[in-house]
């Protein structure tokens, strides 16, 4: 399986960004969909799932009600729209999938068996 994750750049505080990672190599819609960050000296840290359809949804509470996390199963890609970036934002974004036999703990990163090779977002203030 191949995750290819796109979109990151730099932005300024205040601004957005859509980040895109395309699944090849495995039935899309048999896997919860992650999106994971790690901020330089800092562990990665869980920011949102999806489940298998997108009709559940999951988020940090850093990020709730900024970013949102939607899946297009025909295309086999999951998005992360980021709103009202900040410059604790800043951080190389990962996206993850795991098998739907999982039940919860979406923010588990051990959980997820695939992983994408990352996308650097910077917010600059």
């Known amino acids: 399986v191949q995750l290819q994750a796109s979109g990151g750049g730099l932005v300024q505080a205040g601004g957005s960004l859509r980040l895109s990672c395309a699944v090849s190599?495995?039935?899309?819609?048999?896997?919860?969909m992650g999106w994971f960050r790690q901020a330089p000296g800092k562990e990665r840290e869980f920011v949102a799932a999806?489940?298998?359809?997108?009709?559940?949804?999951y988020y940090a509470d850093s990020v709730k009600g900024r970013f949102t996390i939607s899946r297009d199963n025909s295309k086999s890609t999951v998005y992360l729209q980021m709103n009202s970036l900040k410059p604790d934002d800043t951080a190389v974004y990962y996206c993850?999938?795991?098998?739907?036999?999982?039940?919860?703990?979406?923010?588990?990163?051990?959980?997820?068996?695939?992983w994408g090779q990352g996308t650097l977002v910077t917010v600059s203030s």
């Open positions: 999806a489940n298998w359809n997108g009709g559940n949804t």
């Open positions: 993850a999938a795991r098998p739907t036999r999982h039940i919860g703990r979406y923010y588990k990163a051990d959980l997820y068996d695939a």
């Open positions: 190599g495995r039935t899309f819609s048999s896997n919860d």
